[in-house]
């Protein structure tokens, strides 16, 4: 046996360590020195460190104090007895020496081997534990719910999951098991499909946690009417939901059961790619009473996401009532829908004090908008408008609201990604950049800027001589050949 403290040594350093012998030590020592080199080596071909494989990039990763995030690939994990043995051993000395605070599962293999994984190192304490199809397709023998009911000795705040290939048994006992997890405070479930008659499974896993995500699980307004009981009595305060055909119907039923909530504690909610606000296939309409009492309720909110739902300007003007009730609303995105001149006047009469408006991909074409001081669009810090039809006549409501001091004074990121500008437009994007004085951030990427653009930037920043801020103009994906300097303390970046 080789002493604790040359172990350690080992394992912290065992990215440079490939071996050594000494020379005033018994063989017997020198043997066991060279059985922990296998084993390192072992570790080694199934290890990434932060993102680095320790078998192809060793030379990138130092000492293992430092490391943050260890993932294993569980498949080639060896099957023998006895270097399972010794990989599992020298894995509890890996996980000691590296303190890290993410341990990635991924990879299927047999229920026994990672078993022998999970108890190597269920001793440590994780910030998060990762299942990336790492159960495979078990089939929910004995053998499986001993390894599945490892995880529930785990100490982990947050466990993400991602189980393709899952089967249903399987499915339902870790979810159970994953419901006996001390401290657990977030959990993670995407692209692992679960059907409604799991949902109670599910309450169990999400009831105690604050912040729960389940994306891309199928998950439909059955699962919701099952999971009402958990949203009413849970202390969520980050609900997403996205990519699931939840639609109008249970969309309702969420907005009931998180009023209905004895602790109005939700921050963030978000439910991108859920339902269709002008045609849903089971008839369903989107309630906008519900809304507004879910909103009246939850006060706290934060951060709201409604993307991708197919939301018109009638979505905009029936619930402007109900998202003004949100005073603390920061940040609100409703990109990939089809808001269009009228929607954005309507949220330009909200009261709310946003930070963050997304737009992205809507059928904006002119920006207009209610010119009071005490509207949404004088407080924003970030607007986000790529991918929309804007005129010429947007630049200048731009320019001229920032100039008269009535709307976009405080912008300071504003992305017109893949807006069809082109050379013509240069002077009144420049307008925009002039007088929003407090703009340090300006995303032209994917539109047709030339050179002459990008010199007659550069000029017209050294001609008017900002020094107040510090602005990036940013112009990838333009066809830009030649370089020209901006003036300090300023930069234009046409190349990733």
Known sequence: MLPECLVQLIWEFLPMYDGVMLSMSSRDLNRALQKEVNSVRMIRRIATIDGMCMDSQLWQVRSL??????????????????????????????????????LEL????????????????????????????????????????????????FHAREISIQETYIVFETL????????????????????TWIQASQSGHLAHAIRGCSRICITKCGLTSEHVYLLSSVF????????????????????????????RAKRH???????????????????????????????????????????ANYLDDTFVCDNRKAISRLKKLQSLRLACNCIGDDGVYQLSR????????????????????????TRLFHHLERLDLGETNLSRETLVTLADCARRGVAFTNLKHLSME??????????????????????????????????VSHKFFCDELERENITERRICI???????IGTFDAPAPHCIITQY
């Open 265 to 307: 504690v939700l921050t963030a909610l978000k439910l991108e790619g859920t339902f269709d606000f002008v045609d849903d296939e089971d008839g369903h309409h989107w309630d906008c009473e519900i809304f507004d009492t879910f909103c009246k309720s939850q006060s706290n909110l934060e951060y709201l996401n409604l993307s």
């Open 350 to 373: 909200f009261t709310n004090r946003l930070v963050k408006l997304d737009l992205n991909e809507n059928s904006v074409k002119m920006l207009r908008v209610t010119q009071l001081t």
């Open 65 to 102: 104090r430092s490391a943050n995030a260890v993932s294993l690939r569980v498949a080639a994990v060896p099957l023998v007895q006895n270097r399972l043995t010794k990989v599992c051993g020298a894995l509890k000395f890996f996980l000691q020496c590296s303190q890290a605070q993410v």
């Open 172 to 191: 339902s006992y870790l979810l159970l098991a994953i419901s006996r997890v001390q401290c657990l405070g977030t959990i993670k479930i995407c692209k």
């Open 232 to 259: 009413e009595t849970s202390k969520v305060q980050k609900l997403d939901l996205s990519y699931n055909a939840i639609n109008c119907n249970g969309i309702n039923q969420l907005f009931v059961a998180l009023s």
């Open 106 to 153: 991924s990879g299927g293999i047999c229920a026994f081997a990672l078993q022998r994984i999970l108890i190597s190192a269920r001793q440590n304490t994780f910030e998060t534990l990762s299942l990336t199809n790492a159960l495979g397709d078990y089939r929910c023998n004995r053998q499986t719910r001993a390894c599945i009911s490892e995880l529930a000795k």
């Open 474 to 480: 940013w112009m990838p994906d333009n066809p830009i």
């Open 418 to 451: 893949n807006c069809d500008f082109s050379d013509s437009h240069a002077s009144l994007v420049f307008d925009v950049i002039l007088w929003v004085s407090h703009l340090v951030f300006l995303s032209l990427e994917y539109n047709s800027f030339s050179d």
